[in-house]
C-alpha cells in the first residue's frame, strides 16, 4: 500500500510509491491557495529525486499565478530565513530530511519564515479537495527567478550573532572533522567552517545527493566517521543531516558528545551571556517533552526559566513565541536562535559550539563532562489489542504521585528520574523514554515501565 505522510510541517512520502507527480501537484495547489498571490521561495537538500520534485512543484506554483523564488540547494534554515528576508508569502523546503535515499518530502512554511501552525495546516488541507482544479489562464502566470545569494545571506547573518567573536575563532584554528552525508551541508558546512579560519577534513561532502549511509545521524550509523575524527587527530567532529537542521558533535576521542548535550550546551552559553552581561535574569528556554533535565539545571545557574512543549519544532517554536524564550530546541540536535532563524538550524548551533569551546578551553570530551550527567533509555512498547489511550489513563492513575504532564501524551517528572509516554499515530504501539542519573538506572527504570504496560493486558 502506497506511503504518505501527512503532517503540520507537510507531506513525506516514498518516491513512486506514494509520492507521485499527481499527490505533489494536489498538495502544492493547495498551499498556493492557502498562500495567495505572492513570491513563494524554492530550496531542495540535494537528494536524487529532487530535481523531479523541484519541477512539479515549481510548475505548479507558476500555474497558480505564484511567482517563485528558486535558492537552490540549500539547509532548510536557508529556506527559513529567506522566506522572511524576501517578504515571501511563502516557502517550500523538498527535503525528506533524516529519511533514506528513496524518501522525499514538501516541508511548509508561512510568511514568517517558520513552520505552519495547526490552525494554518487545518486551513491549507480544507483546500485540498478543488485546488487542483483552478489554475490561471496563460497570461497570468507566475515567474520563476534564482536567487544565488539565499545561502550566503544565511551565513553572513549566523556570523553576525550575538557574543560570538569570529576573529578569536579564525585564530583558534579548530581541525574539523565535517560529514555531510552529501546533502546540502556540502554546500553549505564547509563554506562556513572555512570562514571561520577551521581546518576543514571533509567526510562525505561530495555533491552528489546519494548518501553513502543511512542519513539519521545517530551513533550506530556514524562508527566510521567516529574512527576517521580520531584518526586525524580533529579537534571536533561535525555531523549534519541531508538538510542541515540537526547537528550532531563527537568529541577528539572519536566519542558521540550526545545529541542532548548539544542542545544543553547551547542553551548554557546563550543564558550565561544574556544574565551575565545585564545582571538580572532576561532569557527563558524552551525545549520539547523528550528533551533532558540537564537543560533545567543550566537555566538554575543564570536564574533563568525552561519551559516544555509537545514534541516538533513548530510546537517548540509556538511555545517559544508565547513566553518569549531567547533560545530553543530539541534534544536530537536541533538549536533554535530566533533572531537569527524561528527554527533548527545546524548552521548557527555550529557556530555556537565553536565560541563555546574557544571559550572553555580544554576538549570536546572535557566540555562534555563539564556538563549535567544523564542517561536516556528507550523503549518501543507494542499494545496488541491494547487501547494506547486506556493505557495512558491507567498510568496516569497509579504514577500520580509525580509531577504529571499531558501536554503530548504522558510525561511524569520524579525527583531521581522523568518518564515520556508517547502513543503513535501510524502503529499500535507506545514509545517509552526514560531519563535518570546512570545508564544502570534508565534501563532498569525503562524496563519496569515496559512490564507495567505489559501487565494490563
Known sequence: MPTLMVSISGIRGIIGDGLDPNV????????ADFCGKGKIVIGSDGRITGEMVRNIVIGTLLAKGNDVIDIGICPTPTVLFNVKKLKAAGGIQISASHNPNQWNALKLLNRSGEFMTPEENISMLKLLNDADKKFVEWNKLGKLTGYEKGLEDHINAVLKMDYINTAKIRRRKFKVLLDCVNGAGAYSMPQLLEKLGCKVIKMNCEKTGIFPRLPEPIPENLTATMRAVKKHKADIGIVVDPDVDRLVLITEKGEPFGEENT?????????????CLSGRQEGNAVVNLSTTRAVDDVANEFGCKVFRSPVGEANVVKKMKEVKAVIG????????????????DALTGTVI???????????MSELKKSLPQYFIAKKKIELGSMNPDDVIKTLVEKFRSGKINLEDGLRIDFTDHWVHFRKSNTEPIIRCIVEAKSKRDAESLAEKYVDEIMNLQ
Request: no cysteine.
Open 263 to 275: 542542545i544543553t550546551q547551547a542553551i548554557k552559553f546563550y543564558l550565561s551571556k544574556k544574565t
Open 329 to 344: 530546541g530539541e534534544g536530537s540536535g536541533g538549536v533554535i536562535l530566533p533572531k537569527v532563524v524561528f527554527g533548527r
Open 24 to 31: 505533489l501537484v494536489k498538495y502544492t495547489s493547495a498551499y
Open 353 to 363: 559550539m565553536l565560541q563555546h569551546l574557544l571559550e572553555f578551553g580544554g576538549k
